[in-house]
């Protein structure tokens, strides 16, 4: 297939290797161009995952098997797109891929991690613990090879893990490189990063150590995690005996993000799921304004919502505060059923942050058309946006979407 049919993929999450995967199943060649140093995106980071709540390594590496063998998809990791010319259905791309520093000879034995004397802040735990300079970004990495941060590695100063290597699979001279690209369609799977809950001034994250975000707390009770699947409060290290779930942190606000972003009522009834697998004599309280949840999932949400030591409480917290003594935590809010203020005292707090789309910070490769919260509209010109790309949505409906997105790829360069 001649080189200008090949199908650009944006974003290596489960967005982006699903199209890939499909359209390159399908017989058409795909790149993938992720800026992370591993493919997987949010649902890697993720402890369990609808609708089958197992962990997301049984679905990722489905799709790294059909990934690795499949000589119609090309993949780059560290990567982003810098420059694009041309017009519907020839376009010019030109990839900046990032230096990782350790090459294919890498067989990921850890010997190197052993001889590095420099930490850093694990990014993929969300700064809740440490790596060296040289890590691998998680247990089931793709691709399984390790890379450095040169932000705080010494390079050639130290170079102790150079010598560590048996398989010279450390090159501290690596240079960027440019890789040019003909495409005939792209497919614009950027994904979403968790909204800054540091913004939301009576929410206090940031404050107080046992504020913690959704996504952290989804860390926090992963086995890989940086507790090892232990929900722990960060400021001890104590297992929390009560926890408030605060909905809404930064979404359908209009001076955050106006969007409901659909999955968040649900995340935090799993989250509630997990505390009392731990701990069934765990209190849990759910402040929310609405509950969303969609169709298939009600019956889930009933079921975790009926079980004891279990509140459900329907009004928009208005602060918290905390006890310097204890690290506990009083939450206030008010009772839209009852009118009644309620302060509820809690070890741990969870800030339900919503899904704000990577594509509203304006470094996208393309001019597209945008909604009021940044979801991207596809222009139909051979520019296809999908799944947290185009709305907030859940995993499985993330790759329904992108198998759509595939044909609409393989429809936009075979009509030309």
Request: proline share 5%.
């Amino acid at each position: 297939m001649a080189e200008e049919k090949r199908i650009l993929v944006v974003g290596g999450g489960i967005s982006g290797m699903t199209t890939a995967i499909e359209a390159a199943e399908a017989g058409y060649k795909t790149v993938i161009v992720e800026k992370n140093p591993y493919l997987g995106g949010r649902v890697a980071q993720m402890n369990k995952y609808f609708p089958k709540l197992c962990p997301p390594y049984c679905g990722m590496e489905i799709n790294f098997r059909r990934i690795r063998p499949n000589r119609n998809i090309r993949y780059y990791t560290l990567a982003q797109v810098d420059k694009v010319t041309g017009g519907d259905g020839s376009y010019q791309v030109s990839v900046k891929v990032q230096p990782r520093y350790v090459n294919a000879k890498c067989t990921a034995c850890g010997k190197c991690v052993e001889a590095c004397p420099v930490e850093r802040l694990n990014d993929f735990n969300l700064g809740m613990d440490k790596t060296k300079a040289i890590y691998l970004p998680h247990e089931m990495a793709f691709p399984m090879r390790y890379v450095i941060d040169m932000s705080v590695c010494k390079g050639k100063a130290c170079a102790k893990c150079v010598a560590a290597c048996a398989y010279n699979a450390i090159d501290l001279e690596m240079k960027p490189e440019t890789v040019d690209l003909n495409v005939g369609a792209m497919v614009l799977a950027t994904g979403w990063n968790p909204y800054d809950a540091a913004k939301i001034d009576n929410l206090e994250f940031g404050k107080y150590k046992n504020v913690v975000t959704n996504v952290m707390m989804e860390r926090l009770a992963a086995p890989n995690g940086p507790t090892g699947g232990k929900i722990q409060r960060p400021s001890d290290g104590k297992a929390p005996e009560s926890i408030a779930f605060v909905q809404c942190a930064g979404s359908r606000d209009e001076n955050h993000m106006a969007h409901c972003s659909s999955i968040c009522c649900l995340a935090t009834f799993k989250h509630i799921a997990y505390l009392h697998e731990l701990n069934p004599n765990a209190q849990a309280y759910m402040f929310y304004i609405d509950l969303r949840a969609q169709g298939k999932y009600e019956k889930f949400v009933q079921t975790v919502s009926a079980q004891p030591n279990t509140t459900l409480i329907k009004g928009k917290v208005a602060k918290i505060t905390e006890d310097p003594a204890t690290g506990k935590l009083t939450v206030t809010a008010e009772n839209a059923v009852t009118g009644e203020k309620v302060h509820q005292t809690v070890d741990l707090v969870v800030l339900a942050t919503g899904m704000d789309p990577t594509a509203r910070e304006g470094r996208l490769p393309v001019a597209v058309e945008q909604d009021i919260s940044g979801f991207i509209v596809s222009n139909g010109t051979g520019i296809i946006s999908t799944g947290v790309a185009r709305k907030p949505t859940d995993v499985a409906s993330c790759t329904q979407d992108a198998t759509g997105a595939a044909l609409k790829a393989i429809q936009s360069i075979v009509r030309r």
